[in-house]
């Protein structure tokens, strides 16, 4: 059994920065990629990064290329999201997953468990 919990989140406003932290419970989370989604109200959960088990591989969304940073730190069993140049559009719950493989991959379907959520809120 994984427990991913989120923290991180909060108000900010725009052109602001925040880092998302999501602590892993049990064992092997070295193993596996990692991945942070995210879903605004009325809108579908979407791929925001992912990271391969090292970490020597890294995915972004076309939206926040650029502006967001994924990584990791296996002995704290740890992944972080970095978060600079925030928009109003950003706003929504930030979701972290456990990938059911080492590869990272940007389909939610490849992901077996996941956080509860924190909310991520940009002011204009």
């Known amino acids: 059994q994984v427990q991913l919990a989120e923290s991180g989140g909060g108000l900010v406003q725009a052109g602001g920065s925040l880092r998302l932290s999501c602590a892993a419970s049990?064992?092997?989370?070295?193993?596996?990629?990692m991945g942070w989604f995210r879903q605004a109200p009325g809108t579908e959960r979407e791929f925001v990064a992912a990271?391969?088990?090292?970490?020597?591989?890294?995915y972004y969304a076309d939206s926040v290329k650029g502006r967001f940073a994924i990584s990791r730190d296996n002995v704290k069993n740890t992944v972080y999201l970095r978060m600079n140049s925030l928009k109003p559009e950003d706003t929504a719950v930030y979701y972290c997953?456990?990938?059911?493989?080492?590869?990272?991959?940007?389909?939610?379907?490849?992901?077996?468990?996941w956080g509860q959520g924190t909310q991520v809120t940009v002011s204009s």
């Open positions: 997953a456990k990938g059911s493989s080492s590869n990272p991959y940007i389909r939610s379907r490849f992901y077996d468990y």
């Open positions: 049990g064992r092997d989370f070295s193993s596996y990629a």
């Open positions: 990271i391969s088990w090292s970490g020597a591989t890294t």
